[in-house]
């Protein structure tokens, strides 16, 4: 049974670019949520995906975006990106809508210059 | 609005103490209460989970207890181990959505 894993581990932007993050979820599960994690605090929920679809967005500008691809893997998409959005992006799959048991990857820590 | 307040930021334990995070939380449409350990680098782990209808729950060397009237769950880790020197998350979930504390930065002492 493989984990969650996601690439790239690190990445450095500038202002105003864009970045797509990528993760692939653990074997049988078909639910992916993105989290933000900012230095010294605990993660905040952006978005959960459940088959191809958004299921549940927290308290995030348009500018981040998502996709689900059939095989359950994910994206996340930060356009026009500000020095605020520097933080380690976790994605967590389970199974079900209801997803109780998150399985985290390690992250991509983004740095925006 | 800080969905679930975690405290406290930092904790020391000796080798063998008993480290206590604590957590309080206000909105009652919250039904599922797990708490996270997190090491550098890496991804939050699920540790263990209470739902509100039981008062305590004990895995190995660590327990939680539940407070539904006060609203408030903690984390005990009996027979502290430097293995356990990591940051604690408590959470609280509704339906789709978690919202993570803080967090608690434990460094065990040898």
């Known amino acids: 049974e493989t984990g969650v894993t996601q690439s790239p581990t690190h990445l450095i932007k500038t202002r105003g670019q864009q970045v797509t993050l990528r993760c692939s979820s653990q074997?049988?599960?078909?639910?992916v949520s993105w989290y933000q994690q900012a230095l010294g605090q605990g993660p905040q929920f952006i978005f959960q995906y459940y088959r191809e679809e958004e299921n549940g967005r927290g308290n995030f500008p348009p500018r981040f975006s998502g996709l689900q691809f059939p095989n359950y893997s994910s994206e996340l998409n930060v356009n026009a990106l500000e020095l605020d959005d520097s933080a380690l992006y976790l994605c967590a799959s389970s199974t079900g809508t209801r997803n109780e048991k998150l399985f985290f990857g390690s992250g991509t820590q983004l740095s925006v210059l | 609005q800080q969905q679930v307040k975690q405290s406290p930021q930092s904790l020391i334990v000796q080798k063998g103490g008993i480290s206590i995070i604590n957590c309080a939380y206000e909105n009652t449409a919250f039904d599922y209460f797990p708490w996270y350990q997190q090491f550098p680098g890496k991804g939050p782990a699920l540790l263990i989970a209470i739902r509100p209808d039981v008062s305590e729950k004990k895995e190995g060397r660590f327990t939680i207890s539940f407070n539904k009237s006060a609203k408030q769950f903690s984390l005990h880790i009996m027979d502290s181990q430097p293995g356990d020197s990591a940051t604690y998350f408590c959470?609280?979930?509704?339906?789709?959505?978690?919202?993570f504390g803080s967090g608690t930065k434990l460094n065990v002492k040898p």
């Open positions: 959470a609280v979930n509704n339906f789709n959505k978690f919202y």
């Open positions: 074997s049988g599960h078909n639910t």
